[in-house]
């Protein structure tokens, strides 16, 4: 029996309500093309798509959108020539993307924080899951040592810290992705009591600032940032582990992003 791409859109968006103006979209691509081959990744790189199409796939699951805006801003590209390149090749190699990232933020729970979880082996140390964040109670640690063991089980090369390296941490909230502004994360640690937030990125004068103002006050909390690639590529890990599952006739790959900061 054919597997058309609208297929396997259609069954990942099937455990969530519709979406209005959702960012998940395909682009290119035919929705009644048969799938000949799946990967997924955190973003359609052009290193990504090259390698894709070497591996003999046709339907490339991003979560993030290939063309550097989280909502493609008019005017943005135009006559770009990275954007160009890009687009032609693109075009030119056949490969579909669809963007898988409302949808699969919507599920609950939320197979991106489930997918972290998973990789720092936290799943049952989850007090509370959140739309937005996961409360987590370890035993007390260092923020130095937690930071060190997040490097570890993420095989990154680094993650950047704010407060006090020797203080004990144990209330702890997850928040993947752009998550880590103020909006999300200075609540949170209110009601929440937390001693520490992970999160994937947020502005820098927002989250980190309200830790060093609180540490300035005598009241003790801390941030360990760790790359938005690096906190979500381990969901769409899982994601590509799911669609094995449900198509096993169908090669399904994971395609992982080099870090795209180097620290020097």
Known sequence: MTLTIKQVIDRLRSSVQ??????????????????RGIAT??????????????????????????????????G?????PVYGRKEQ???????AIYRHHDYCHRLEPDI????????????????????????LRLPERRLADIAAYVKEKLSIPYARIAGDPEMLCSRIGILVGYRG??????????????DLVICGEGPEWETPEYVRDSA????????I????????????????????????????????????????
């Open 76 to 80: 943005l590209l135009t006559g770009d």
């Open 181 to 194: 502004g103020g909006a999300n994360a200075i609540p949170l640690y209110r009601e929440k009591g937390l």
């Open 216 to 223: 300035w006050q005598g009241v003790s909390k801390s941030l």
């Open 18 to 35: 519709p979406i209005g103006d959702t960012v998940d979209v395909l682009a290119p691509g035919d929705p009644e093309a048969e799938v």
């Open 89 to 95: 090749s693109l075009r030119e190699s056949g490969i």
């Open 112 to 135: 991106i924080m489930t997918g972290l979880l998973q990789r720092l082996k936290w799943e049952s140390d989850v007090e509370e899951m959140l739309p937005t964040a996961a409360v």
């Open 41 to 74: 990744t955190f973003m359609a790189t052009h290193q990504v798509i090259e390698q894709a199409v070497s591996m003999g796939v046709n339907l490339l699951i991003s979560h993030e959108a290939p063309f550097y805006s989280h909502r493609m801003t008019e």
């Open 225 to 264: 940032v760790i790359g938005h690639a690096e906190s979500e590529e381990p969901g769409m890990r899982s994601l590509a582990h799911r669609l094995q599952e449900e198509y096993p006739e169908v090669p399904v790959h994971f395609i992982p992003v080099n870090p795209v900061f180097r620290v020097i």
